[in-house]
């Protein structure tokens, strides 16, 4: 299993990114894909989650109407537009799967720096 993310960098508070994570290694399109963020002083925190189909999303509440998730199973990528960016958005974010009914794991990508500042 390989989650390699990509997209972050260093923008403007209101600014906007998009963040992409390239999925290999299992079945993507039976999944549910997640994005989880590491803020500075925080512990690592659930940001958006989408489901195998794209059919149900749910967010934390700090992002909703800012970030929108989602997926493109022909591509076996999950993405992450996020607008309207806070400095407290900065962090490392990173796309988890659960497997672990399968395997036993629970697999992440290297992380995606994000830094918004003026």
């Known amino acids: 299993v390989q989650l390699v993310e990509s997209g972050g960098g260093l923008v403007q508070p209101g600014g906007s990114l998009r963040l992409s994570c390239a999925a290999s290694?299992?079945?993507?399109?039976?999944?549910?894909m997640t994005w989880y963020r590491q803020t500075p002083g925080k512990e690592r925190e659930l940001v958006a989650t989408?489901?195998?189909?794209?059919?149900?999303?749910n967010y934390v509440d700090s992002v909703k109407g800012r970030f929108t998730i989602s997926r493109d199973n022909a591509k076996n990528t999950v993405y992450l537009q996020m607008n309207s960016l806070k400095p407290e958005d900065t962090g490392v974010y990173s796309c988890?799967?659960?497997?672990?009914?399968?395997?036993?794991?629970?697999?992440w990508g290297q992380g995606t720096q994000v830094i918004v500042s003026s």
């Open positions: 988890n799967v659960d497997l672990s009914d399968y395997d036993g794991y629970a697999y």
């Open positions: 290694g299992f079945i993507f399109e039976m999944e549910t």
């Open positions: 989408i489901t195998n189909t794209g059919g149900s999303k």
